[in-house]
């Protein structure tokens, strides 16, 4: 089936603090992965990306790291900033044969300065 | 460069009505996506489009439906209106069609059904 959240779990962290945001998906055919980030009111902004061939993959302070053994995906943000505050969503896409993202449930980070 | 450009930006429908959601993609971008996201929860896939033609669909009735125009833009059209289509209804376009294109999200149409 596909990953639809009902509650958004919160992640609080202190400015500074490093961030890790894990998100489980649920096809295990899924061979390319996006984390996006979105403000209140804003459309889902792309973070990153990794594909199955990869376990890791890094960008500007945003590290991702895949476990398909687990069906697992996380973002470790480094030194976050206020300018993190959002709700982050893991989305996979499945081998469907077109752009058909599946959505995690969404994790929202609170960076108090 | 511009981004994903949606219009209206807010909508207030009666159930039952019509409603026309407009997306411009990023220049160059030939792919248009549209995703609904219910408050709370993670955007769901209704369409892809790619070169005018409808590439894939969600898991909607036939009261949505969308067209992509020889410019690239696309506009998504819900019949019959009820009240739980009210979200916010995001466009997202990509370069190429393969399923792993980035996909760029434009600012979305708040839409409420009353």
């Known amino acids: 089936g596909e990953s639809v959240g009902l509650h958004l779990p919160t992640l609080s962290v202190q400015e500074g603090d490093n961030s890790i945001i894990n998100c489980a998906y649920s096809?295990?055919?899924?061979?390319?992965f996006i984390w996006y980030k979105q403000e209140s009111g804003k459309g889902p902004q792309f973070i990153i990306d990794?594909?199955?061939?990869?376990d890791k993959r890094q960008g500007q302070r945003v590290t991702v790291l895949l476990n398909k053994t687990v069906k697992h995906l996380s973002l470790q943000i480094a030194a976050t900033q206020p300018g993190d505050s959002a709700v982050y969503f893991c989305?996979?896409?499945?081998?469907?044969?077109?752009?058909?993202?599946?959505f995690g449930t969404g994790t929202r980070l609170l960076v108090s300065p | 460069d511009a981004g994903v450009t949606q219009s209206p930006t807010h909508l207030i429908k009666t159930r039952g009505q019509h409603v026309t959601l407009r997306c411009s993609p990023i220049?160059?971008?030939?792919?248009v996506s549209w995703y609904q996201q219910v408050l709370g929860q993670g955007p769901q896939f209704i369409f892809q489009?790619?070169?005018?033609?409808?590439?894939g669909r969600g898991n909607f009735p036939d009261r949505f439906s969308a067209r992509q125009f020889p410019n690239y833009s696309s506009e998504l059209n819900v019949n019959a209106l009820l009240l739980g289509d009210s979200a916010l209804y995001l466009c997202a376009s990509s370069f190429s069609v393969g399923v792993s294109g980035e996909q760029y999200f434009g600012p979305g149409t708040r839409l409420t059904v009353t």
């Open positions: 989305a996979e896409n499945g081998k469907t044969g077109f752009q058909k993202l599946v």
């Open positions: 990794i594909r199955s061939n990869m």
């Open positions: 096809n295990s055919a899924s061979d390319y």
């Open positions: 220049s160059g971008h030939k792919s």
């Open positions: 489009y790619y070169e005018k033609e409808e590439r």
